[in-house]
């Protein structure tokens, strides 16, 4: 009998690789319901008092919170890399992986696999603001300081 976890069956954990990968998902995502509470908080607290510290702080859990997204995003292309690994060779970047899918420019043709077309299909409606709000925000606090 095997157990599923997600989408994932048991005997897909048997790969160091994706049971790394799953775990780090798993960790990241109780991070970022922790991190949308904060940011919540953080928001009511201050909404008519907000100054700049107030903005940097924001702006900064917000980076946090995005970056944190993206990262559970290259996980998944870890995990998809390794459970497809028998068909083709896939990019390690999320972002490639679904460009090449919406693209269709695969010249195997492994990548019109239904479960990586329908997966791809399920997060473009959300993935596209994280992927530029973490882009745009990494290139933005690059200049801040550590410590402000």
Known sequence: MNMEIGRLAEIDFTSPIIHSSYNSITRKSQSIAYKLETILT????????????????????????????????????SILKELFRDKGTLQASYHDILKKIIKNEDSTKFLSDRVLVNFAEGTLSWYAIVHDTRSEEAHFTTWIPANS
């Open 42 to 77: 953080a928001c009511i607290d201050i909404k008519s008092t907000i100054n700049e510290h107030d903005n940097i702080y924001i702006a900064g859990e917000i980076g946090d919170f995005f970056e944190k997204m993206y990262s559970c995003m290259e996980y998944t292309a």
